[in-house]
């Protein structure tokens, strides 16, 4: 079955993950994640990218990233992977792939999805057991930025983020009233899904809007179709 194409629309931020090979660890040391870190942000700042969110577990990467062209963010991944299996291969000795094929991602409806995406982003280490208790004392994450204004030159704030308060501070504090509130088992299941099929995740007015502009479907389709919908009548109308 041929992989679907990914959705790119320049200025919509995209929840990404990237994976070890069958899911071996691809951080050992903290200079490891050091590395990353730093080669992330070159080719985000060349190949033109805003990181709003991020987290590196051990043997994957989730990323809030907002493309600025169309081949933004493809190249920069490809950058910061090029660079971190040259540096780990030669690190631990090893040689072959180390990445579990292409990344994965979804395009984020920023108004229903960008803040909930932050959340789920940072809060991975906690729902690893045995990793954090509270995503304040993972390292490894932007939380420390988002929640606590520690200098991170990787993070660039998304305009969701900004509209919680008029200045850092009360941003800051609106931040980390949102994890008072724990993600239902719900959005839990809408963000991996979406994500790991590539699909669209947002309201439904979002997923017709892109899928009128685009020859292919947005999100699963019930038994037979949505026959009555906007978006599965002009699918089906442009289909050759």
């Known amino acids: 079955m ?3 194409p990914r959705f790119i629309l320049p200025g919509q931020p995209q929840h990404v993950i990237i994976r070890g090979n069958n899911r071996n660890p691809v951080f050992y040391a903290d200079e490891d994640y050091r590395f990353y870190l730093d080669k992330l942000k070159q080719a ?3 190949h033109g990218c805003d990181v709003h969110a ?3 577990m051990t043997n994957h990467v989730h990323l809030l990233v907002t493309p600025h062209k169309e081949d933004s963010l493809a190249k920069a991944m490809q950058m910061v992977g090029r660079y971190y299996v040259q540096y780990f291969n030669k690190t631990y ?3 072959g792939t180390l990445w579990e094929g292409r990344y994965k991602a979804t395009l ?14 940072e809060m991975n280490p906690v729902r690893a057991q045995g990793m954090a208790e509270h995503p304040a004392e993972y390292p490894w994450s932007s939380y420390r930025f988002n929640a606590l204004g520690k200098a991170d030159s990787l993070v660039v704030p998304h305009p969701m983020y900004e509209r919680l308060g008029a200045n850092p501070a009360q941003q800051q504090q609106a931040y980390r009233d949102l994890f008072n509130t724990l993600l239902d088992a719900t959005t839990l ?4 899904e979406a994500t790991n099929k590539s699909w669209v995740l947002g309201s439904e007015y979002f997923k017709e809007k ?4 685009i020859n292919r479907p947005v999100s699963p389709a019930t038994k037979g179709g ?3 919908s906007k978006s599965y009548r002009e699918i089906k109308n442009n289909r050759v």
Not at 189 to 192: E, K, P, S
Not at 210 to 213: D, F, G, H, Q, V
């Open 54 to 56: 991020y987290v590196l």
């Open 93 to 95: 000795q090893r040689t």
């Open 189 to 192: 299941d809408q963000i991996r």
């Open 108 to 121: 984020i409806d920023s108004e229903t999805y960008a803040l909930t995406c932050y959340r789920y982003i």
């Open 44 to 46: 985000c700042d060349k």
């Open 2 to 4: 041929p992989r679907q």
């Open 210 to 213: 892109i899928a009128a502009s």
């Open 226 to 228: 949505d026959r009555k």
